[in-house]
């Protein structure tokens, strides 16, 4: 079974940094693009960064020059780093990543249970 797990969300007052993690593991055989989103209650899901296979990266227009999304392949796993926060920035943050499981067909979206980010004034 596929697994994701975020880590290093918590409380942090505006214009300080935080970086979360994501760790995938489990029964992989490949993993195309990765990506970060975040919600509020109440409030649909939405793309914060998403990083490709090739490298490549796309931000929100929220989050540009303040966030920047990596990853490393060899280790499946995928980072965001985030800079200059502010008090909107506050969310549960999730990590995403399209898998091909090993002896199955297909790619599919797997999920973290994510991390709660706490931007204070």
């Known amino acids: 079974q596929v697994q994701l797990v975020e880590s290093g969300g918590g409380l942090v007052q505006a214009g300080g940094s935080l970086r979360l993690s994501c760790a995938a593991s489990?029964?992989?055989?490949?993993?195309?693009?990765m990506g970060w989103y975040r919600q509020t209650p109440g409030k649909q899901r939405e793309l914060v960064a998403s990083?490709?296979?090739?490298?490549?990266?796309n931000y929100a227009d929220s989050v540009k020059g303040r966030f920047t999304i990596s990853r490393d392949n060899a280790k499946n796993m995928v980072y965001l780093q985030m800079d200059r926060l502010k008090l909107e920035d506050t969310a549960v943050y999730y990590c995403?990543?399209?898998?091909?499981?090993?002896?199955?067909?297909?790619?599919?979206?797997?999920w973290g249970q994510g991390t709660q980010v706490t931007v204070s004034s």
């Open positions: 990083i490709p296979s090739d490298g490549s990266t």
């Open positions: 489990g029964s992989i055989n490949s993993i195309n693009g």
């Open positions: 995403k990543a399209r898998i091909n499981p090993i002896a199955h067909m297909h790619f599919y979206d797997y």
